[in-house]
């Protein structure tokens, strides 16, 4: 079985500081890896993606993620925020093929201070 | 375009009702899902499809009932509506070979008075 915890359910960050939502994961197997941000009001979309290769991942808007086998970890990170960055985070987990189940963390709510 | 889209985004029933909510996807995926999003923002899985075959079905009341009449389309019917369904139903769409790459819809916000 397949589970995820994202610690810390709200995180505030100053303007140009630096942003760290932290993921640990579960998995019987290697895993494939994920990053949503969800705005107010509207669906999910795909921060970044780790399948298979470079454990160092990119994603939209500045943000990385690095995935780390031994601390069972896929931690959040962008060097600086901009107040465009406030949104829900949600860390998830998955199999490898199409009828694996996605799962996702609780969330993360990342604030912006001015 | 919008690649998934859900109708309607706001659903105001009362309890006992029966409500539909339909989604479409444009983007060629051959998997589709229902997520529920309660209040807290928790995200469960309740449905998945692949190329209209039923393939997670996760422990949900069978008042709910999932439907897909083709590979673009997962609507979900739900019976004898209770307080407890209050949420954000979110549908999403996956292609075959990128698992866990869903592609979400703006949610469909129902709220059982």
């Known amino acids: 079985a397949q589970s995820v915890t994202q610690l810390g359910s709200h995180v505030s960050v100053s303007e140009g500081a630096l942003v760290l939502l932290r993921c640990n994961y579960s998995s019987s197997v290697p895993p494939y890896l994920f990053w949503y941000v969800q705005y107010p009001n509207q669906g999910l979309q795909l921060l970044l993606k780790?399948?298979?290769?470079?454990?160092l991942v990119k994603g939209i808007n500045g943000f990385e993620a690095e995935f780390k086998k031994s601390e069972t970890s896929f931690h959040l990170t962008k060097p600086s925020a901009h107040m465009s960055d406030a949104a829900e985070y949600f860390c998830?987990?998955?199999?490898?093929?199409?009828?694996?189940?996605?799962?996702f963390g609780s969330g993360t709510r990342l604030s912006i201070r001015p | 375009d919008t690649a998934v889209s859900q109708t309607p985004k706001y659903l105001v029933t009362q309890m006992g009702n029966d409500k539909s909510i339909k989604c479409e996807q444009n983007l060629g995926h051959d998997t589709m899902y229902w997520y529920k999003q309660d209040s807290k923002k928790f995200l469960k899985i309740m449905f998945s499809y692949n190329n209209k075959e039923l393939i997670i079905n996760e422990t949900v009341p069978n008042r709910f009932s999932p439907k897909s009449p083709d590979k673009a389309h997962l609507n979900l019917h739900i019976n004898s509506l209770e307080l407890g369904d209050s949420a954000v139903y979110f549908c999403?769409?996956?292609?075959?070979?990128?698992?866990?790459?869903?592609?979400f819809g703006e949610g469909s916000r129902l709220t059982v008075l």
């Open positions: 999403a769409s996956s292609q075959a070979g990128s698992p866990g790459e869903l592609f």
């Open positions: 998830a987990v998955s199999g490898y093929s199409s009828a694996s189940k996605i799962i």
């Open positions: 780790y399948t298979t290769g470079a454990t």
